[in-house]
């Protein structure tokens, strides 16, 4: 990993586009400004780790879970319908 | 919308960025697995498996209206909602009490290109394991 130190007000420079600039430490937490084409997303890190845990879990479902979610899910939309009528 | 009209015209999905611990991943078929069109099979074309499970949300939260970004509306070609379809993906528990489906990170498909992204929604009330029949 490269490290670098940088003050408030200092930028880093990420490939041609992406500019991440410190804006303010305050004890333990550190403001940071990230500029970048919309194309790049970003996200914290820890909540894009939930999302691949979450996607993990849902992945390949048993045969019989799906058949019960199919009835549920029939029984819902029977409800929605004569909700919306 | 009626999301079995609407994904009966999809047989193929084209993910722009791949599902976040997923990323060999790219092509998936979304086939549906009853009658109603309330629930889809998406299935990974790349490879045998993942597998999901995936609900249109209109049924089980009918408050359900995520905000997506302008970043995603044009990474994705949509030019307004109609061409949007959002599918919320499930984790099957053991019983369906135990069931849930992930609100903050729905999957947005434009149905007229099928291009399609897993977007993590910036709202951090949505939870990303919420019960599905309560």
Do not use: C, K, W
Not at chain 2, 10 to 25: A, S
Not at chain 2, 62 to 78: H, I, K
């Amino acid at each position: 990993m490269l490290v670098l130190s940088r003050r408030v007000g200092e930028s880093v420079v990420i490939g041609d586009d992406v500019t991440v600039t410190v804006l303010e430490v305050r004890g333990d937490v550190v403001r940071i400004g990230i500029d970048a084409p919309r194309s790049v997303r970003v996200n914290r890190a820890e909540l894009l780790q939930q999302v691949a845990d979450a996607n993990a879990d849902a992945a390949s479902p048993s045969a019989d879970a799906v058949a019960s979610l199919s009835s549920l899910a029939q029984a819902m939309r029977g409800r929605t319908d004569s909700a919306s009528e | 919308m009626n999301g079995m009209q609407v994904t009966e015209e999809i047989p193929v999905i084209e993910l722009v960025h791949p599902l976040p611990g997923f990323p060999e991943d790219r092509r998936f078929a979304l086939v549906r697995l009853d009658e109603d069109g309330a629930i889809f099979g998406f299935q990974s074309l790349d490879h045998a498996a993942p597998q999901f499970v995936v609900v249109p949300p209109h049924a089980f939260f009918p408050d359900y209206a995520p905000e997506v970004s302008d970043s995603v509306a044009a990474e994705l070609g949509l030019t307004g909602a109609a061409d949007a379809l959002v599918l919320l993906l499930v984790r099957a528990g053991s019983s369906l009490a135990d069931t849930t489906v992930n609100l903050r990170a729905p999957l947005v498909v434009n149905t007229a290109t099928r291009r399609a992204t897993q977007v993590i929604l910036d709202d951090t009330d949505l939870p990303l394991a919420a019960p599905l029949g309560d």
